[in-house]
Each structure stands twice: as structure tokens, then as C-alpha cells.
């Protein structure tokens, strides 16, 4: 059985697609490019599709991950070009390895978003940016089903500043483009946690919804501050194993061997 890693985005309209509506979307790109997919046993056997850790509804997104099994061997890149020819618009697969190491989704501790705030004039911005990052703590509360939840949103923020250029402001219009970054843990802090968390200790309160975008997801690293490709040790893996009989066939031979 082989696994094939994707990458995929929401883009444009597309991101208010909800998880449920992209899995039947993606089942039916699998159906058209007729991908050999393993199936699950029992009553009602679905293809073996795995998901990890999709943006909310509402978000669009540069770095979603799923993972599919075979049962037979396809070229992950071939298998790309097909889905994403099946896919609308929008939900492109612009990234496929096949999976050589296990856990990916253990790999997707941290995301990178993007939140621009038509209407907010930059310097507001900066100045709840920096009210927001020396706070010890930042309560901010959402609604669930078992009701109000309050919890602080603070210590899973790991980076927050404000970011521009010529290309953020298309018209004269006020707008404040802010990068996050934010460790996935429990509860999971979200942008809409943090722009709560924005108003409530810096009063910043958009005038419209922010347009919130996940640029990438994956490893936190300490050293550098940056999310790593999660993807990387799989290529790595691959290419490991290219090289070793490339390796092989160019070792010198032993002398007195016939």
C-alpha cells in the first residue's frame, strides 16, 4: 500500500467551504481521475483519506495537509496534476510526496496566518500589536456547545506584528496587515481568538471581518522562530534513497575482486 501526502489551499470564494463540503468535493476528485484508493473494511467502506488539522470555515488557506492511501503505486507529481485538475477552483493541490516517515500530523504544531483588517489604520494597529504582546496574560472567550468558554489566549501567540507593502492596499482605504503565529495546542487559540483578544486589552474592534489567511503550517522552530515545511522529511527520505544505490554503483572496486 502506498501514501501520498498533499498539500492543498482555499482560496478566493473557496474559503467558505466547510470541511464536510471539501471532503465530498475531494471523494469525487478521487472518483475522476480514478485514483486506486485503498478502502476501510465493514458495512460502509470509505477511502482511506486522512485530514489534519483543517483551517476553520470562513479562512482561506496556503497550507492544508491530507494524506491518501493506494493500493497501487502511483508518481505522487502525475497524482497531483489530476486531482487539481478535478478539484474547482480555488481548492488546488499544489504540493504531493509520497510518505516515507510517519507522523504528520505530529509535525503540525504551529501555523503561520495573515489577518487583514480593512478600515484599521496601521499605526492603531501597532499600537494594540504591542499592548497585546507585553500582556502576561489576554482572556478572551468563546461560545461552544456546552456554552461560554474563557480561557487565555496569550501563551500560544508566538509571534504577533504588523507587516506592509505596495501590494496590501490596492485603494486609499485604511487597512493594517498583521502576521501571527500561533502554537497548536488546548484549547486551540484561533485568529478570531486573537482579534478578540486585540479588542479587549487594546480596544482595536474592526469595522468589517478581518480576511483571515493561513500562509503555513508545520514544525516550530526555536532557533530560527520560522514554521518548517512538514513535507521536508519525506523528501529528504526520498531523496536518501536515491542516492544510496546512485552511491553504490559508483564505489570503487576492492582490488583482488573478480
Not at 466547510?18 to 473494511?41: G, K, T, W
Not at 478539484?87 to 507522523?103: H, K
Not at 496574560?137 to 501567540?157: S, Y
Not at 471581518?209 to 530560527?224: H, K, M, S, Y
Request: proline share 8%.
Amino acid at each position: 500500500m502506498q501514501r501520498i501526502r498533499l498539500r492543498y489551499t482555499k482560496r478566493g470564494r473557496l474559503r467558505f467551504t466547510s470541511h464536510r463540503d471539501f471532503q465530498r468535493a475531494f471523494e469525487r476528485a478521487l472518483r475522476r481521475a480514478e485514483v486506486p484508493m485503498a478502502y476501510s473494511a465493514g458495512f460502509t467502506p470509505h477511502p482511506k483519506v486522512s485530514y489534519a488539522n483543517a483551517a476553520p470555515t470562513g479562512t482561506g488557506s496556503e497550507a492544508e495537509y491530507l494524506e491518501i492511501a493506494l493500493t497501487q503505486a502511483r508518481d505522487p507529481q502525475t497524482l497531483r496534476v489530476l486531482l487539481d485538475e478535478s478539484l474547482p477552483a480555488g481548492l488546488d493541490v499544489v504540493d504531493a510526496v509520497e510518505a516515507r516517515t510517519s507522523g504528520l500530523a505530529d509535525r503540525l504544531t504551529a501555523s503561520v496566518w495573515e489577518l487583514r483588517l480593512d478600515g484599521v489604520d496601521p499605526v492603531d494597529a501597532e499600537r494594540a500589536v504591542e499592548v497585546f504582546t507585553k500582556a502576561e496574560t489576554v482572556e478572551v472567550q468563546r461560545a461552544t456547545k456546552n456554552g461560554v468558554r474563557t480561557f487565555d489566549a496569550r501563551p500560544a501567540v508566538v509571534s504577533l506584528e504588523t507587516h506592509s507593502s505596495p501590494a496590501d492596499r490596492p485603494t486609499d482605504q485604511p487597512c493594517a496587515i498583521l502576521r501571527l503565529v500561533v502554537r497548536h495546542v488546548t484549547p486551540a487559540v484561533r485568529p478570531d481568538d486573537v482579534l478578540s483578544g486585540l479588542r479587549a486589552v487594546a480596544d482595536l474592534a474592526p469595522p468589517v471581518p478581518a480576511a483571515v489567511t493561513r500562509l503555513a503550517q508545520g514544525l516550530f522552530d526555536e532557533e530560527t522562530g520560522t514554521v518548517t515545511d512538514p513535507l521536508a522529511p519525506d523528501r529528504e527520505a526520498a531523496e536518501a534513497l536515491t542516492a544510496r544505490p546512485a552511491a553504490a554503483a559508483t564505489a570503487p572496486t576492492p582490488e583482488g575482486s573478480v
